[in-house]
């Protein structure tokens, strides 16, 4: 697998997307450890699609991606859908319990993907409300947020929901900003 994320970054690509339910491997397996080492010595972003998604959940464990932090402590990396209706808060705290506290310095490499959140028709399971989004923004910061990374699962009709979902959080324009767009700029900025 070390080379097929070598391949990756080869290809100019920033990022990796990893589905452990998906591609059957599980998250704290060596297969799975051997993708992480290798994306984070490249300097690549991965985009971990988590949620119950009709699989071994021992397999994909939102928990398990705190190991996974401590262990590659350099490795930036999103919990999408920040763990959906089910893991919500499982999700919020594996990126709350990396971001440093206020009185300590240091950047925090975990982020909640703001995907697949917004309907309430298409894909209930995944859903927040406004009020867990505006909970995510009180915990971890809409420093620590990002919307869209589902792409292209998402079509048009849910990309403006979820922009105007967003703009209807009452946040300051700065936040607005980061959010919808501004942190991922800043995550690829870093690329190596």
């Given amino acids: 697998m ?3 994320v070598r391949r990756v970054a080869e290809l100019g690509f920033r990022g990796i997307k ?3 339910a998906g591609q059957e491997v599980g998250i704290l397996s060596e297969a799975a450890r051997s993708v992480y080492a290798e994306a984070e010595r490249l300097g690549l972003f991965m985009v971990f699609h988590v949620g119950v998604h009709r699989s071994r959940m021992r397999e994909s464990r939102v928990m ?3 190991e996974v932090a401590w262990d590659y402590p350099e490795l930036r990396f999103s919990l999408e859908h920040i763990g959906g209706y089910h893991f919500f ?3 919020l705290a594996v990126i709350f319990n990396h971001k440093p506290t206020p009185w300590a310095q240091g950047p925090c490499h975990l982020y909640g993907g703001l995907s697949s959140v917004f309907s309430t028709e298409k894909n209930l399971f995944w859903h ?3 009020e867990q989004i505006l909970e995510a923004v009180r915990q971890v910061g809409a420093e620590q947020l990002i919307f869209g990374l ?3 699962y998402n079509g048009e009709k849910e990309a ?4 105007q979902r967003v703009r209807e959080l009452g946040l300051s324009r700065e936040e607005e900003a980061r959010i919808l767009g501004g ?3 800043e995550i690829l900025s870093g690329v190596r």
């Fill in 160 to 163: 403006k929901l979820g922009i």
């Fill in 64 to 66: 398990d991606l705190d």
């Fill in 18 to 20: 990893f589905h452990h």
């Fill in 89 to 91: 808060k499982e999700a």
């Fill in 2 to 4: 070390r080379g097929q």
């Fill in 150 to 152: 589902d792409f292209p």
């Fill in 183 to 185: 942190n991922m700029r």
């Fill in 128 to 130: 927040l409300t406004q």
